[in-house]
């Protein structure tokens, strides 16, 4: 009766075994690893990126690579670039460039408006480039996406029914990443006094976050 119990006994775990183990197989948690899985996510980073096509760089280099422009209008003496801007964009650099889009920032005061369309026309990739700011700062680039903008500025009067441009203008600007540069300074006499002026002013800068392996290539020296 014993031996006959200690047999009952084996075969009920070998069958609980057996069975755990067909329960484990259908088991979406239980997985196997094999060697060299925890590398497959591992990002690889080229250490060379010359003759990379402009696009490519700024998608191997960059965490961010945005376009931000800022426009103020103002009716006065002078222009204060202090306070919040008449119209601001921000927009991703590849997007832009890809869609050939424009992109309008617009100020509308009691009896003037402003418009400036912005759109990318070409990008670069640059070797490498120095750019030194009128406050002495010191600017070097490795391996730097240059975006080549086109603008176009138009600004008019309105007088009752009348519309009137007063003033146009387009140009194209080469600009860099972290520098900020000013695109547009126009400013038109008002018909009420001489003295006061419509005033406008773009600014454009490249906001960028390198990632870590080519934070390097980019050194910025402020002066003393």
Known sequence: MNSFKRFAFVLL???????????????????????????????????????????????????????NCKLWTQKGLGLNTNVTPNDEFTWKVSEIYNQSAQLVLQSVLESYQVDVEIQI????????????????????????????????????????????????????????????????????KTADDNNVKYLSQVDCVILSEIKTPYQQQFQKTESN
């Open 13 to 67: 775990t070998v069958l609980l075994a057996a069975g755990c183990s067909s329960d484990m197989d259908n088991d979406p948690r239980v997985f196997d690893v094999e060697p060299g899985d925890t590398q497959k996510n591992t990002p690889v980073f080229p250490t060379d990126l010359t003759g990379l096509e402009p696009l490519n760089l700024i998608n191997t280099k960059y965490d961010r690579f945005d376009l």
């Open 121 to 188: 026309d070409e990008i670069f990739h640059l070797n490498a480039h120095k750019v030194k700011t009128t406050d002495d700062t010191l600017y070097n680039f490795s391996h730097t996406p240059e975006v080549l903008l086109a603008y176009q500025y138009s600004g008019k009067t309105f007088k009752g029914n009348q519309v009137t441009i007063d003033s146009q203008h387009e140009g194209r600007l080469p600009i860099l990443e972290k520098v900020n540069y000013q695109v547009v300074d126009q400013s038109h």
